[in-house]
C-alpha cells in the first residue's frame, strides 16, 4: 500500500491507495470520530460500492443518501437534499460524512461537510480515476450555479482519502481516458520524469496492470499533496493545477456539460496551451507532437469543436476565476515538465491559435 500525507497543520490527513482497500476496514474507521456516519454517493455506484463500504462500517451507525448519478446533480437543490436529510434525521457536529463516487459526489459531500453545523468531518473515497488523482486530495468543494460550474464552494480538507484501484474495474473506458488526461497533466506542468515514464507504461496503464496503477496515482497525488500544501487556497502556485482548464471549462461552457467530459476538455486545452507555447517560442514543436501523442494513446480528442471559433472561446475565458483585474491569466507549458502562470497573452496572439 502506497501512503502519501498531505501536509497542512493541524489540518494534515493521509491519501492511501492500493487494491482491495474497501475490504480494509480499519483504515476507514479509524478516520471517524463517533458512531455515526452518513455515505453520500450516486445512483451508479451505490449499486457497486455501498454494501462494501457499509460492511466495512459495521460498528457504526450508518445512514445512506443516495443522488441522481450525473454533473448536474452537483447542485444547490442536491446540496440543500443533503443539508435536509442530515436535520430531519438529527446528525449533530460528530456526524462524518463519507463521499462514495466520482468529482461530483466528492465536491458535493465536502461542501456540505463544510456548511453542515459551519463544519463537520468528510472522508472521501473517491471511485473515478479523475478524483483518484485530483478532486478528491486538496480540499476543493464546490456544487455548480446556472450561471456557472463550481461557483459556490469552500476550500475544506477531508479527514482522509481511501482510494481503492479495484474500484477502477468498472468505470466506463471513457471516464478512465478522461482521468487520465489529468494524469498526463502533472507530468505536463510540473514532473518531465513522469511525462516519460508515462509514455513507457501506455500499454501497462491500459491493461490495468495493478502495480502501475498504484505507482501512477500515487505520483499524481504526491505532485498535487505537494502543491496544496505549499498553496491551499491558489494564491500562487495551485493555479498551475489549472493547465488546459481555461480552454477547457470554454469547451464544456459552449457543448453543455456531460457532451464533453471535464478530462476530454482539459486534454484538447492542454494541447491549446502548447499550441500558444510554440507560438511564443517556448515549447519545442517536437514537444508539442509528444504532447499530442501521449493524449491520443489514451483515446483522448486534440482539437476544438469545429464549431468553436475564438469569439465562442474567449467569452468564456474572461469569466474564468483566475483573471485578475479584467487580465486573462493562462497556464503555459514553458517546456513538458515545467509550465508558469502567464497575464500578458495578447488576445490577438490567442486568436492565432483559436
Ligand atoms: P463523476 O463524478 O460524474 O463520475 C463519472 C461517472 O462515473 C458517473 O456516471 C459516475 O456515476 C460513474 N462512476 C463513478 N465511479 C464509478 C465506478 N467505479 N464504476 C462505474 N461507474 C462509476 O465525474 P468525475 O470525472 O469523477 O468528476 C468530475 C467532477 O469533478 C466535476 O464536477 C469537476 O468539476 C470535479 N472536479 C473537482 C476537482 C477538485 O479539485 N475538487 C478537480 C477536478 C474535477
Ligand atoms: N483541480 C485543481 C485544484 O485542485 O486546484
Known amino acids: 500500500m502506497a501512503t502519501l500525507q498531505l501536509d497542512l497543520a493541524e489540518r494534515s490527513y493521509p491519501i492511501y491507495i492500493d487494491s482491495h482497500l474497501l475490504k480494509a476496514g480499519e483504515l476507514l474507521t479509524k ?51 443533503i443539508m435536509s436529510h442530515l436535520l430531519a434525521n438529527t446528525h449533530g457536529r460528530d456526524t462524518t460524512l463519507i463521499a462514495l463516487g466520482g468529482g461530483v459526489i466528492g465536491d458535493i459531500t465536502g461542501f456540505a461537510a463544510a456548511c453542515y453545523q459551519r463544519g463537520i468531518d468528510f472522508i472521501q473515497i473517491p471511485t473515478t480515476l479523475l478524483s483518484q488523482v485530483d478532486s478528491s486530495v486538496g480540499g476543493k468543494t464546490a456544487v455548480n450555479h446556472p450561471l456557472g460550474k463550481n461557483m459556490i464552494g469552500a476550500f475544506y480538507q477531508p479527514k482522509a482519502v481511501l482510494i481503492d484501484i479495484n474500484s477502477l474495474a468498472t468505470l466506463p473506458a471513457r471516464e478512465f481516458s478522461a482521468g487520465m488526461a489529468e494524469v498526463i497533466k502533472y507530468g505536463i506542468l510540473g514532473d518531465r520524469e513522469f511525462f516519460y515514464w508515462l509514455e513507457q507504461h501506455t500499454d501497462a496503464i491500459k491493461a490495468s496492470e495493478s502495480s502501475v496503477l498504484i505507482e501512477m496515482i500515487e505520483r499524481c497525488c504526491q505532485c498535487k499533496a505537494d502543491i496544496v500544501s505549499q498553496d491551499e487556497t491558489e494564491a500562487g502556485c495551485r493555479a498551475l493545477l489549472n493547465l488546459g482548464h481555461t480552454f477547457g471549462h470554454a469547451i464544456e461552457a459552449e457543448q453543455g456539460y456531460g457532451n464533453w467530459l471535464h478530462g476530454e476538455a482539459v486534454a484538447t486545452g492542454m494541447v491549446l496551451a502548447a499550441k500558444l507555447s510554440v507560438a511564443l517560442n517556448l515549447l519545442e514543436a517536437s514537444e508539442l507532437r509528444r504532447i499530442e501523442s501521449l493524449l491520443a494513446a489514451f483515446d483522448l480528442p486534440l482539437e476544438a469543436p469545429e464549431t468553436m471559433d475564438f469569439h465562442s472561446f474567449i467569452k468564456h475565458m474572461r469569466r474564468d476565476k483566475k483573471n485578475i483585474g479584467g487580465k486573462l491569466r493562462l497556464i503555459i507549458p514553458n517546456t513538458i515538465g515545467q509550465a508558469v502562470m502567464r497575464d500578458d497573452i495578447s488576445e490577438d496572439m490567442l486568436q492565432q491559435i483559436l
Open 31 to 81: 478516520h471517524i470520530r463517533a458512531k455515526r456516519v452518513c455515505v453520500v454517493t450516486n445512483d451508479v455506484v451505490s449499486q457497486l460500492y455501498l454494501s462494501s463500504v457499509k460492511e466495512l462500517l459495521s460498528d457504526f451507525q450508518v445512514d445512506e443518501i443516495i443522488l441522481p448519478d450525473g454533473e448536474a446533480e452537483k447542485s444547490l437543490h442536491n446540496f440543500e437534499k
